[in-house]
């Protein structure tokens, strides 16, 4: 009997000893998004997963929602999600929304035939496998973490649910480095950057849920034009993504969700 339960131990230990507090102590401290990034993607990988991503959705009191996402998952499949409107179907979602239990990605989720196309694309795109954790947080607040594979096996679900509580645990420091590094109020002496009047309109258009390829209509101008507005507007707030851009000139003041 002894000698099963340490042989039991030993199994456990062996595959997820691996990640240390300090390694946690890194993702919280983050000095920047970038840093997260890089850190988040690396554990991720010592715990035998390609990619990962993490989603909020915050809604005030008054005024739009607004959203954040760190991706670690293919530009490809980011693109299509966005373009194919993907987060009204996604089961994820829709977990995250009703649960506060772990999702393993299982055949049974995808139980219509928009979410059978759903996880053709996604398997297309290099995300056969996963592991959703949703996140605890404020009342008007939802947040998810996700790690996924390539691979489509048993073998791959096993290893998510083997792992279920090292992903909590990732998941968690994940998310309060996004609280510290996004949604925290900024120091007083952070002057808001100086933007241009077209990249204020794109930039409110952006908060309203319009792509670039609708603002170029909306304000009558290029979509190379909108691009070159929204780039320079990045820069700016020293942020890569979309979402980061929404996210800093919310706290900034510069906008109103």
């Known amino acids: 009997m ?12 062996s595959r997820a000893s691996y990640t240390a507090l300090s390694d ?6 983050a000095p920047s998004l970038d840093t997260l990034g890089r850190e988040v993607r690396r554990v991720s990988r010592q715990l035998g997963f390609e990619y990962f991503l993490y989603g909020v959705r915050y809604v005030p009191a008054e ?9 670690g998952y293919p530009v490809q499949w980011m693109t299509h999600y966005q373009t ?13 929304y009703r649960y506060a239990t772990p999702l393993i990605w299982q055949e049974r989720i995808f139980d219509t035939p928009e979410r059978k196309i759903f996880m053709e694309d996604a398997r297309a795109c290099g995300i056969g496998s996963g592991f959703s954790v949703p996140i605890g947080g404020l009342p008007n607040e ?21 792992l279920a509580g090292t992903l909590y645990v990732l998941s968690s420091y994940m998310h309060e480095a996004i609280r510290r590094l996004v949604f925290a109020p900024p120091q007083a002496s952070v002057e808001p950057p100086r933007l241009t009047p077209r990249e204020l309109e794109c930039l409110r258009w952006w908060v309203g849920g319009k792509m670039a390829v609708q603002i170029a209509d909306i304000l009558k101008i290029s979509l190379a034009g909108v ?16 979402y980061q851009a929404i996210a800093r000139a919310i706290l900034l ?5």
């Not at 939802?142 to 083997?162: F, M, T």
């Not at 003041?253 to 969700?257: A, R």
Request: one cysteine or more; hydrophobic letters at 45%.
């Open 2 to 13: 002894d000698e099963k339960l340490f042989h039991v131990h030993a199994l456990v230990d």
């Open 24 to 29: 946690f102590e890194r993702i919280l401290t």
């Open 63 to 71: 005024g739009k929602a607004c959203q954040f996402i760190l991706s």
């Open 84 to 96: 194919a409107g993907y987060a009204d179907i996604d089961p994820i979602v829709a977990h995250t």
């Open 142 to 162: 939802i947040a998810l973490a996700s790690i996924a594979n390539p691979e489509i096996s048993k073998d791959a679900q096993a290893h998510s649910v083997h």
């Open 227 to 242: 691009h070159f507005h929204l780039q320079n507007l990045k820069r700016k707030l020293g942020v890569r993504t979309k």
């Open 253 to 257: 003041g510069i906008v109103n969700p």
